[in-house]
């Protein structure tokens, strides 16, 4: 029982690079979610996806991209990364609406130095 | 103001003791209710999803909402160790609106 798996757990890299953080689930669930957990803000809904091809945004969309071609994968790219977006990064699925119980991936830990 | 208020903690209680962490919510329409337990350096993974008003338990963990009062409890009798995380609350409309959550150290 896989679940949901993020990549890389760790990643530094410098400001201005792109970087994507994979995240796969096993479950052919249709909701998935990417988030960003800080200090004092909690958990901030970045996109989300209600199935292949259907993405939108959430709370903190700017300076991130998403994609989803296929239902298992929704992978989170930083086009030009910013220190502000060093962060944890949670990828979550729900089965089949957006308010069904979300469950998580163990995160990926993202350093912009 | 917040959707969600949760207060952070910490919160630090000798083992077999009785915890009792709380969220409030300012939106009366929130239809679903859950708590989240977080390790460090792990996921939030769920512990407790109730939808109406009224007492839920599982185990050593009770869930309790409130709606007249915006209010929901969580919790954890006779505390363990293996307790110790940070716990999220979260409330649902059409998407999740979480509490910014509470760490809980259970010291032996």
């Known amino acids: 029982d896989a679940g949901i798996t993020q990549s890389p757990r760790y990643k530094i890299t410098e400001t201005g690079r792109q970087v994507t953080l994979m995240c796969h689930q096993t479950?052919?669930?249709?909701?998935m979610f990417w988030y960003r957990q800080d200090l004092g803000h909690g958990l901030r809904l970045i996109y989300y996806?209600?199935?292949?091809?259907?993405?939108d945004k959430g709370e903190v969309p700017d300076g991130y991209v998403v994609s989803r071609s296929k239902t298992e994968n929704f992978p989170l790219t930083l086009e030009s990364a910013t220190r502000s977006q060093t962060s944890v990064y949670f990828c979550?699925?729900?089965?089949?609406?957006?308010?069904?119980?979300?469950?998580f991936g163990d995160g990926t830990r993202l350093s912009i130095l | 103001q917040k959707e969600v208020e949760q207060d952070p903690g910490p919160l630090s209680v000798p083992e077999g003791a009785i915890v009792s962490l709380n969220c409030t919510y300012s939106?009366?329409?929130?239809?679903?209710f859950m708590w989240y337990r977080q390790y460090s350096r792990k996921g939030p993974e769920l512990l407790m999803y109730?939808?109406?008003?009224g007492n839920k338990e599982d185990g050593r963990f009770t869930a309790q909402v409130d709606k007249s009062s915006k209010y929901i409890s969580l919790f954890i009798r006779d505390s363990q160790p293996s307790d110790s995380a940070t716990y999220l609350c979260?409330?649902?409309?059409?998407?999740?609106?979480f509490g910014t959550g509470t760490s809980l150290t259970v010291i032996p």
């Open positions: 979550a699925s729900s089965e089949v609406r957006a308010d069904q119980p979300q469950h």
């Open positions: 479950w052919s669930h249709s909701y």
């Open positions: 996806s209600a199935a292949a091809d259907i993405t």
């Open positions: 939106n009366s329409a929130f239809q679903y």
């Open positions: 109730t939808y109406s008003s």
């Open positions: 979260a409330m649902t409309l059409w998407q999740f609106y």
